[in-house]
């Protein structure tokens, strides 16, 4: 009964996701496994897209990894996503990770001025993202900590964006097959469009 009452407590959480968001499209699942698990999904030691849901779980590779993805979505959308992570140095306690990823509309969106049949113009949408961090050991390798940022850069229309957002996450190995993991996304990020509009990434 408490899962399902914690589990009904999170439902606000998931439909806050939406495209009414700034930047939601970096609310999109990266990595081919979050992908095809829906976003239902949670890191995992020796992930090599775990850095992406929390950047505690690169101090866990044990070796270079490369991750990738190239999603075609409805409506002509694309996200390709390159990910590369290792250890500092042979047997290092920490990692550092660095990612890629591009998120593009090819068909042009309609813009219609009033309720007319024919839309006034068209416009384009095109966004991506450069992520680095760093995740280590601590306490005989049974707690992890981690930090990585962002650099976002938004493209729609004649209206672009910059700005950045960064994550910390925490990671304690219990036992060896339980594990236990805190994440904050988008702690501190903001957004500088060209209109003079400012605006922040939901956490």
């Known amino acids: 009964m408490g899962v399902l009452a914690l589990g009904c407590l ?4 998931g439909a806050a996701e939406d495209g009414g968001q700034a930047a ?19 890191a995992l030691e020796n992930d ?13 590779q ?3 990894h490369v991750g990738s993805q190239a999603a075609y ?21 920490f990692s550092w990770s660095l990612a890629y990823a591009q998120f593009v509309v090819s068909d042009p969106l309609e813009r219609r ?6 839309p006034d113009s068209f416009i384009r949408e095109s966004a991506s993202q450069f992520q680095a961090g760093v995740g280590g050991w601590l306490l005989d390798q049974r707690v992890a900590v981690g930090v990585s940022i962002r650099l976002i850069s938004q493209a729609l229309g004649d209206a672009s964006s910059e700005g950045y957002s960064g994550d910390g996450g925490l990671y304690w190995r219990a036992l060896p097959n339980l ?21 922040s990434i939901p956490p």
């Open 48 to 60: 090599p897209d775990a850095v992406l849901l929390n950047p505690a779980l690169a101090a866990t």
């Open 10 to 13: 999170a439902l606000p959480l």
């Open 24 to 42: 939601a499209w970096t609310k999109l699942a990266l990595g081919a496994r979050s992908a095809a698990l829906g976003q239902a999904v949670t």
């Open 179 to 199: 594990g236990f993991a805190v994440v904050l996304r988008d702690l501190a990020n903001r957004l500088a469009w060209s209109s003079d509009l400012t605006e």
């Open 113 to 118: 001025r009033g309720n007319t049949n024919a």
């Open 62 to 64: 044990q070796q270079a």
């Open 73 to 93: 979505l409805a409506d002509g959308q694309q996200l390709h996503y390159l990910g590369f992570t290792r250890l500092f140095w042979p047997d290092s306690r």
